[in-house]
DNA sequence: AACCGATTGTGATTTTGGTCACAGATTTTC
DNA sequence: GAAAATCTGTGACCAAAATCACAATCGGTT
């Protein structure tokens, strides 16, 4: 009855609030799965948001171009909710693109869905809630790593703490999202 | 019947979602008015975290030392929710600092009473999760200006989103929380 | 397999911002 | 109101990282 993905969509909203058969059965009846090949844009610069992805398999970038830079912001792997959160709670164009990084396969939930989900039960808003304290818990990590951190030790922090995306994601791309040059995170590699 | 106080408070949450007459009661018996010194911790690395504040009057910081020195990673001001997220949800001893920077009264609200009204209305996990959308949104905007901004835009930053610091927060700290060295800081303003 | 584009490595050079040191200035404290 | 502590300004110096330039490597495509 359920697919594999489904099921792993559901152990995952149940890390932050457990969902009943019936709500879960609701937030699945409005999640569209896609598929993107590489380098296809899920959101790009200037559009509207529109919505919210459940990453099945794949990776997905958040990156900003800032004077002719491509600046990462984030990176999204398998099991994680990509998002932009200001375009999608402003409904004003994004400034910012996400991008599949490799080939994609996800869960799309849009605004309009999403919002009628908050509207039908509470529980759609707790998990909301705890999702978003989770997000920023983790962007406050982030914002620390930015201010505080010598850029040995911003690329400590990626391998203790996202080693995924070592494997998964260009050294040019972590390079931008760790504030650095690429030519430094390069030569600090290279004495490992 | 409400103060002036009970007032202000009640237009700050209505930014976020609009309680009706009984729900605004229920918060606000649960709020306790406090006042602390200048100097005096809201909360000190090491304890548990025991809820959020609405600050009244007067400025407060967060910060976490880091090898020595005070690294801030916030300001609260008037009509602002001072909070530490990390500690708050997952209630393991704070690493961070809550520190009153100048006098200061404020409503607290401790984290029992939120989680009773968390449970009391789906108004109250409304009005956190939008909260938290705001918060998210503004921490997104820091982790941005430290990524990609260079001192002197770090500083502009300020002078434009959040001028009301550059007078009430002393440069020492408005340097930590920008990532830069006083002495910078200190040569940047000369330049004004 | 050969090609083209994207990505990475690496040396040389430059520059920005950090560090150090100390002097004023401003606030607190008793 | 004097002393102490905190905060700020400023010069000299230094070091770390950015920039520049180019070669090498990797990946996907036809």
Redesign the interface.
């Known amino acids: 009855m359920y697919s594999e993905n489904d099921i792993i969509l559901r152990k995952t909203l149940d890390k932050f609030n457990v969902l009943n058969d019936t709500e879960f059965s609701d937030f699945l009846n409005v999640c569209e799965y896609k598929e993107f090949a590489k380098k296809q844009y899920l959101l790009k610069a200037g559009n509207y948001n529109h919505g919210i992805y459940f990453l099945i398999s794949g990776a997905v970038g958040l990156f900003?171009l800032?004077d002719g830079k491509e600046?990462y912001?984030n990176f999204f792997l398998e099991n994680e909710f990509a998002n932009e959160?200001?375009s999608l709670?402003a409904q004003t164009p994004s400034t910012k693109n996400l991008i599949a990084l490799s080939d994609t396969t996800l869960f799309h939930l849009s605004r309009k869905e999403l919002l009628k989900l908050?509207e039908k039960s509470?529980s759609f808003?707790?998990l909301?809630?705890k999702l978003?304290?989770h997000?920023?818990?983790a962007?406050?990590e982030?914002?620390?790593v930015?201010?505080?951190l010598k850029p040995e030790e911003r690329y400590a922090y990626l391998e203790n703490k996202r080693p995924n995306l070592l494997n998964t994601i260009p050294l040019t791309y972590l390079a931008?999202?760790l504030?650095l040059a690429r030519e430094t995170l390069s030569r600090i590699r290279a004495k490992r």
């Open positions: 900003e800032i600046m912001q959160l200001k709670t908050y509470v808003e707790r909301g809630r978003l304290e997000l920023l818990n962007q406050n982030i914002s620390y930015l201010q505080s931008s999202y504030g």
